[in-house]
């Protein structure tokens, strides 16, 4: 049985903070996969997840709701990732220079970045469903319980989620699939 996020939080509070690991591992990549898209770059979300998770360690005693983990990591996660924006464009106006796109190489692409892409593109109730669900490892009962929402109300947004994603993914293909 995997244990849940207020389980590894309080042993963290209580002394144990190599049990931060289990929440890292659970969440790492979906923070990652929320920030790629958002970031648009793989490498700069890394960077964010990172600097996420730290903050969230040394906040974890102000975390309220330890079954809203991911949400609450989410939160810190979006102003990391404002910060290193602003940071980003200040450096460019002090030395007056101008970003070129990124590119990747076929061979080079993650192979799930179509699905990442069109993952951090969903409405963010609907990516925090799905996150939790599939990158969470959580049930449908236990995504309810997270985001305190009936269970009938997550099945249905798990269910609209699935047809988005899946159009969005017929569009990347030219509707392929």
Not at 39 to 67: G, H, I
Not at 70 to 86: D, H, Q
């Amino acid at each position: 049985m995997t244990e849940s996020d207020r389980f590894y939080i309080e042993r963290c509070l209580d002394g144990h903070p190599d049990d931060y690991r289990h929440l890292v591992r659970r969440y790492q990549s979906a923070l990652i996969t929320g920030l790629t898209y958002r970031l648009k770059s793989r490498d700069r979300a890394e960077e964010t997840a990172q600097e996420a998770f730290v903050r969230a360690w040394f906040n974890l005693n102000r975390l309220k709701k330890p079954d809203s983990f991911l949400s609450w990591l989410t939160g810190i996660a979006n102003r990391v990732a404002g910060e290193f924006r602003r940071k980003d464009k200040n450096l460019l106006r002090q030395d007056d220079v101008s970003i070129v796109s990124q590119t990747t190489s076929p061979a080079e692409r993650h192979p799930d970045v179509d699905l990442e892409k069109a993952i951090s593109a969903l409405p963010d109730a609907y990516r925090e469903i799905i996150l939790l669900r599939y990158y969470g490892g959580q049930s449908c009962k236990e995504v309810a319980e997270s985001l305190e929402i009936p269970l009938g109300t997550v099945t249905k947004m798990l269910s609209r989620a699935y047809a988005m994603l899946r159009r969005s993914l017929e569009k990347e293909s030219g509707g392929a699939l």
